[in-house]
């Protein structure tokens, strides 16, 4: 199992520098997370407060595109976080969404 989750944290790093500025995305409900998918790979799992601020707009996005990619070093984290780190450093998508003409309130 150890194994398995290692080699899913590897893919999604290699899946992540894959990614280009223009690349477009979607945002999905996932299981009760708010998911980025490049296809059909998971490429950023929203934080809860991201998850509670996306999920009602979800049907509204007409398109998730990438801007950025962000690198994130494990001391840039506060120090209660860094224990929970994976990995040294990692990538992130910085997107924009751009929502349909339907009102999202």
Sequence with gaps: MVVNIGLYFITI????????????????NNNGKVVLK???????VLSKQG??????KINAIESVTVLA??????????????????VEQW?????????????IG
């Design 91 to 103: 990538e992130l998508p910085l997107v924009e969404v751009v929502f349909g003409d339907t009102c």
């Design 38 to 44: 490049d296809q059909d790979r998971v490429v950023a």
């Design 69 to 86: 990619m962000v690198r994130r070093y494990r001391d840039d984290s506060e120090e209660g976080y860094q224990a929970r780190c994976k």
């Design 13 to 28: 790093h290699q899946h992540l520098a894959r990614l280009n500025t223009g690349s477009r995305l979607s945002m999905e």
């Design 51 to 56: 998850a509670q601020f996306w999920s009602a």
